[in-house]
């Protein structure tokens, strides 16, 4: 345990700002989660417009530091590749 007070309210801070990260992590992985299940399900339309929601979320995390803007492209290139894919299929 940290004896200066500067190393404990470092402590304090790192581990409030782990708990605010895992959150945003959370989130984000869920909001992609949605599209995926959306994508199993069949349904296009409730999968383009879980995407469009995923979207930006995506994008913030990478304004946040929390992913790489290049983990970032991929996810989305990814989510709309599964996405025309099932359009494809139904068409």
Do not use: Y
Not at 21 to 39: C, D, E, G, H, Q
Not at 57 to 75: E, M, W
């Amino acid at each position: 345990m940290a004896n200066i007070a500067s190393a404990k309210k470092r402590a304090r801070q790192a581990e409030k700002n782990r708990a605010h990260n895992a959150a945003a992590r959370s989130r984000l992985r869920t909001f992609i989660k949605k599209v995926l299940l959306a994508v199993a399900g069949g349904d296009i339309d409730k999968a383009q417009a879980a995407f469009r929601e995923a979207v930006p979320v995506i994008d913030s995390s990478v304004n946040k530091g929390l992913i790489h803007r290049n983990k970032a492209a991929r996810s989305k290139s990814r989510l709309s590749a599964r996405i025309k894919a099932l359009s494809l299929k139904s068409a």
